[in-house]
């Protein structure tokens, strides 16, 4: 996502380049590791999330 700031990066792009595998159905280990690298980044950011979520989509790093 830090590449692609301001744009929405599907969640079968993260996994796949982020964990190393494909993402398989109801499969909700990507959706944990972005809430917890959310939890990290909102205190250092001052907004509440730095990480929008796209219904069906994917996410999309806000720029602050």
């Known amino acids: 996502m830090a590449r ?3 744009q929405v990066v599907s969640k079968a792009q993260l996994s ?3 964990l190393g595998r494909p993402l398989e159905r109801f499969d909700r ?3 944990t590791h972005v ?3 959310c939890q990290k ?3 250092q950011s001052g907004e509440e ?3 929008r979520t796209v219904y069906r989509v994917g996410y999309q ?3 602050v």
């Open 49 to 51: 999330t730095c990480i």
């Open 4 to 6: 692609h700031v301001g």
């Open 61 to 63: 790093l806000i720029e």
């Open 16 to 18: 796949a380049e982020g």
């Open 35 to 37: 809430s917890n690298l």
């Open 41 to 43: 980044l909102a205190p």
């Open 29 to 31: 280990r990507l959706d």
